[in-house]
């Protein structure tokens, strides 16, 4: 069974950095064709999707975000991270990781709020 747990700070400041760490167990993240995402849901709104890097290391991410992050992986300890730069009240949401292998997302972590202000 793949289990993902989100860490990370509850409160941010505006303007610093997020920095959220998703630790998997039950799998590797290097096992082919699985595809391991950030995916945020504000107070009231629907999923945003961050971004994602896939087994080989490849990472795609959503447009309006590309500018302020860059998902990177520890392959011998299985946890990948996201750095969120610039962070604004806005990005105050529940953070979750992902893991998606077609047709979609078949493990989420439970989530973790992150709060932005000062």
């Known amino acids: 069974q793949v289990q993902l747990q989100e860490s990370g700070p509850g409160l941010v400041k505006p303007s610093q950095t997020l920095s959220l760490t998703c630790t998997v167990s039950?799998?590797?993240?290097?096992?082919?064709?699985?595809?391991w995402n950030w995916i945020r849901q504000p107070p009231g709104k629907g999923l945003e999707w961050i971004g994602s890097?896939?087994?080989?290391?490849?990472?795609s991410y959503s447009p309006s975000l590309k500018s302020r992050t860059t998902i990177s992986r520890d392959t011998s300890k299985n946890p990948f991270t996201l750095p969120l730069s610039s962070v604004t009240p806005e990005g105050t949401a529940v953070y979750y990781c992902?893991?998606?292998?077609?047709?979609?997302?078949?493990?989420w972590g439970r989530g973790t709020l992150v709060t932005v202000s000062s």
């Open positions: 992902a893991r998606r292998h077609w047709p979609g997302m078949d493990y």
């Open positions: 039950g799998g590797s993240i290097t096992t082919k064709y699985y595809y």
């Open positions: 890097i896939a087994s080989t290391g490849s990472t």
